[in-house]
């Protein structure tokens, strides 16, 4: 009894780090008694976390010591959901419970990039031999396809991923330059035998919150209503280190990008979510983004 109890604690706690809600919301939710739910945030009060509340809604409020530590007890990163998936795919031969469990893990400990791992096993093969050509230090022929330039073969020395885990970061042997590669434009890849021959030119440049490289770093503030602040921190996690909230109750994005392309991407498609604060040249770049793309229709 007492450990259901606990369960639908760290469950609510898991839901209102996401967004507001009402008690009756919170009874029904967890099928408990609006008496029961009124404890159950009294609890949360006791033990030092904060709840904020607009009208009669409520939320854990996140940029708290207790919340923070909280989100690191329950939330994996996506390295760390790769070897978990690695590790359940070697030691769990039937397949149903393996996916049973790691569709567990998603839902207890609120980590997408395990359950991501369940449907596209294709990735994760692919990142297993990048991984192996990291720690090998060999060299690697891939079929890539890229947004600018199509499908191409290229010789690659891979040396690291991404926080994500999602991309990598590659010597590219015949361009001569280092470059985020995406493991989900590989259509192949072979492991050589060859080993790096670029080394000592091996560099890991400075990404922004939308996976593009900073070259020439561009300022940027947005003010983003609920569901952009949301969409934002679930397609884009590195985002939330630069994001505070507002007297208003809306966020605050403000940070440099490498490129306009990834954040302009963002805004058309949440343009009535999100406000353009700064910089006058990335809003006349999403102004020309628009007009260009409605004149094909």
Known sequence: ??????????????????????????????????????????AMKDCGFAIEKKGDRMRLIRDTPQAR???????????????????IDSLVADTRMNERLKRKLSTVYNCTSILERVVDKQLATLAHEVQLAIKRKQQISVDYISASSGRSQRLLEP?????AFDMVWCFDCEKKENRLFKLSRMNSLERLK????????????????????????????????????????EEYPISR???????????????NVG????????????????EIVESDEL???????????????
């Open 1 to 42: 009894m007492e450990n259901a109890k606990i369960d639908r604690i760290l469950r609510l706690m898991l839901i209102m780090q996401r967004q507001y809600l009402t008690y009756e919301e919170i009874s029904e939710r967890l099928d408990i008694t609006i008496r029961t739910a009124y404890r159950y945030i009294d």
């Open 194 to 233: 060859s080993k790096w021959a670029y080394e000592p030119e091996h560099r890991v440049n400075q990404v922004d919150a939308f996976r593009m490289q900073i070259h020439t770093p561009h300022p940027v503030k947005l003010l983003l209503e609920e569901q952009a602040h949301q969409l934002l921190t």
């Open 159 to 163: 040396y690291q991923f991404t926080e």
């Open 283 to 297: 809003r006349q770049y999403v102004k020309a983004f628009v007009a260009k793309n409605l004149a094909t229709f």
């Open 69 to 87: 530590q909280f989100s690191k007890l329950i939330n994996f990163s996506d390295e760390e959901a790769f070897v978990i998936n690695s590790m």
């Open 241 to 255: 280190n630069f994001i505070t909230q507002q007297p208003d109750g809306r966020y605050l994005f403000d940070a």
């Open 259 to 274: 490129d306009f392309a990834g954040i302009c991407r963002f805004i058309v498609g949440l343009a009535d979510k999100v």
